[in-house]
């Protein structure tokens, strides 16, 4: 599965963006897919989770209440809405798809990444 995610820019605080994560040579619905990001000089942290079907979902407490992930299954792309951005919210953002178990936390297959810049 090759995964590639977009939707990334320069948004000022307070601000929304969209993420997607399309898929190629491989059908999502079999995956549980998750979003990570990456600051500079920092390590990757994980942000949120949607299961195969999406029925659960699993959010960092620091995008509680922002974030919001979905997928579509028919169009094979997973997305996370990214609302009252904040500065510290900065990142390259991963997506990953996994055949792993729900409730753990390693994915097998990981996209490219998209810079979010927040300005304050």
């Known amino acids: 599965v090759q995964l590639q995610a977009s939707g990334g820019g320069l948004v000022q605080a307070g601000g929304s963006l969209t993420l997607s994560c399309a898929a190629s040579?491989?059908?999502?619905?079999?995956?549980?897919m998750g979003w990570f990001r990456q600051a500079p000089g920092k390590e990757r942290e994980f942000v949120a989770a949607i299961s195969r079907s999406g029925g659960s979902t699993s959010y960092a407490d620091s995008a509680k209440g922002r974030f919001t992930i979905s997928r579509d299954n028919a169009k094979n792309t997973v997305y996370l809405q990214m609302n009252s951005l904040k500065p510290e919210d900065s990142a390259v953002y991963y997506c990953?798809?996994?055949?792993?178990?729900?409730?753990?936390?390693?994915?097998?297959?990981w996209g490219q990444g998209t810079l979010v810049t927040v300005s304050s």
């Open positions: 040579g491989g059908t999502l619905s079999g995956y549980k």
């Open positions: 990953a798809a996994g055949r792993t178990p729900w409730l753990t936390v390693s994915y097998d297959y």
